[in-house]
């Protein structure tokens, strides 16, 4: 059974940084895309960034430069290193898993798996 598990959410000042991180479990696939999505209250959810299994990533415009995603495959674990956070950050984050593809998306549909979420709110 594959499961996701985020964590690293809090509460922190503009300007201000958090680390989150997804670990995986329940699947040996090798090529796979892992993405980050967040949704804030109200609005539909939106996708932040990815990575596939040989590295490369892809983010959002309105977090590039910010926001950096990275892996460590040994310990089956995605990353979100977010700097310089603004108040438009906040948000329900959740990692996503599209397993045995290697292409990314930015749609939510194109993640099989999900995990609970963590959440990130960022004050003026």
């Known amino acids: 059974q594959v499961q996701l598990v985020e964590s690293g959410g809090g509460s922190v000042q503009a300007g201000g940084s958090l680390r989150l991180s997804c670990g995986a479990s329940?699947?040996?696939?090798?090529?796979?895309?892992m993405g980050w999505f967040r949704q804030a209250a109200g609005k539909q959810r939106e996708w932040v960034s990815s990575i596939r299994t040989d590295g490369s990533t892809t983010y959002a415009d309105s977090v590039k430069a910010r926001f950096t995603i990275s892996q460590d495959n040994a310990k089956n674990t995605v990353y979100l290193q977010m700097n310089s956070l603004k108040p438009e950050d906040t948000g329900m984050y959740y990692c996503a898993a599209r397993l045995y593809q290697s292409t990314c998306s930015s749609f939510s549909w194109a993640y099989t798996y999900w995990g609970q979420g963590t959440q990130v709110t960022v004050s003026s």
């Open positions: 329940g699947y040996t696939a090798r090529n796979n895309c």
